[in-house]
């Protein structure tokens, strides 16, 4: 039987239950949020296959990455509506282009919630551009991308590093047609604190659009804009934005996230993007950085290279700008206080007030700005 991996190293990728052969293991929430893996005990043969397949306890060995690149997209529609410089979607437009399968984390119907889905048209890579700042389910994909596998389609597959590294390990015999592209994350809150974001500032209301990374003030001045179906849009910047706040100073992490097992120079996908932060300054629409790690990774730029301006750079020079990817976040010491006042209260707006720094409207700019680019702060 399987040893309970400890609650603050469990990504909850649920590969465990993935690779089971009798299926008893099952996904559970916990009373922040998060899916966590149960063992049903009665069926469970003790054949260890859950213990040697999770990508925390064996890790994949990771090449150093070879190239990186600051690249946006010569779209500037492409550009303006990605988190950074439209990477991504450049990306998988070349898969979707040679009959391929993108496969990313998208809102559900009624933006309560993330989860992975697979797509093979331009039209749907839409639901996929853009940062979503609560963990996706991926506990489906496993199956459905060993069927497209087994359909000789090549897939895509994007996510988080622990994401990723589940992905891998679960078809390590089985890579030829499959790429992957890490994203350089900060961590991940649970759809339960979404929805009381949801509920406490938005009143319930009938949501048709989210876009947590909007530009309307600029790249570095990134705005959470959400619209609604009858009803004027909602648009706060990240020094406004109470979500966006609290999600920056690391109050509602998964509590994996805070020691993260896959924040490494060495990156666990073909292909690493994030934000290239050091140009922000000068420019307002976003650039990527772009790792490339792999000779799949290479290919699959190399295709895709039309679509940007590029240059390339030194990785380990731009990743100490986007410290995210090489540094956990720092554990906020409000983060016990803030569940305690929600589970209480049932109030996200009431919870998150009694947490958050306190400060004037110009230092609350200046202090998300930094948090965005991995300044740390003093919690």
């Not at 190293?9 to 996904?27: D, E, R």
């Not at 991926?138 to 597959?157: A, G």
């Not at 100073?249 to 666990?268: A, G, M, P, Q």
């Not at 990817?325 to 720092?330: L, V, Y």
Request: charge should be positive; include cysteine.
């Amino acid at each position: 039987m399987m040893n309970y991996l400890p609650e603050d190293n469990c990504t909850g990728c649920m590969l465990c239950s993935a690779v089971c052969p009798k299926h008893c293991i099952t996904k559970e929430k916990d009373n922040e949020g998060f899916y966590f893996p149960i063992i049903d005990a009665q069926k469970c043969i003790g054949c260890g296959k859950c213990e040697r397949a999770c990508p925390v306890n064996n890790k994949l060995d990771n090449d150093v990455t070879k190239k990186s690149f600051s690249a946006y997209a010569l779209d500037d529609g492409i550009r303006l509506s990605s988190s950074s410089g439209g990477a991504f979607y450049c990306l998988a437009e070349v898969i979707i282009e040679n009959n391929g399968i993108v496969c990313a984390a998208a809102f559900d119907e009624d933006y309560m919630a993330v989860k992975h889905v697979c797509v093979e048209t331009k039209n749907e890579l839409e639901i996929l551009k853009g940062s979503k700042y609560l963990q996706s389910d991926i506990s489906k994909m496993f199956t459905v991308i060993e069927k497209h596998l087994n359909m000789n389609r090549r897939v895509l597959f994007v996510g988080t590093p622990c994401e990723v590294a589940a992905i891998k390990k679960y078809f390590v015999g089985n890579m030829n047609l499959l790429t992957t592209i890490d994203i350089i994350c900060h961590g991940v809150p649970s759809e339960l604190v979404w929805m009381k974001y949801l509920e406490s500032v938005h009143k319930g209301r009938s949501v048709s659009t989210v876009s947590m990374r909007d530009k309307k003030y600029g790249w570095k001045n990134f705005a959470m804009k959400v619209s609604y179906s009858n009803y004027p849009q909602y648009i706060k910047s990240l020094a406004f934005d109470l979500y966006l706040r609290g999600f920056l100073e690391n109050l509602y992490l998964r509590k994996s996230c805070y020691d993260c097992h896959f924040k490494s120079i060495e990156r666990v996908g073909d292909i690493t993007i994030g934000d290239y932060w050091g140009k922000e300054l000068y420019d307002h629409k976003g650039i990527s950085l772009i790792g490339i790690n792999t000779n799949k990774g290479a290919s699959l730029f190399k295709c895709a290279k039309d679509r940007f301006f590029y240059e390339e750079c030194d990785w380990e020079n731009a990743i100490s700008k986007n410290i995210a990817a090489t540094q956990s976040a720092k554990k906020n010491l409000n983060r016990s206080v803030f569940f305690d006042e929600l589970r209480k209260c049932d109030d996200f707006t009431k919870s998150i007030n009694k947490c958050l720094s306190k400060r004037s409207i110009k230092e609350n700019i200046y202090y998300y700005y930094q948090l965005a680019r991995g300044w740390r702060g003093e919690k």
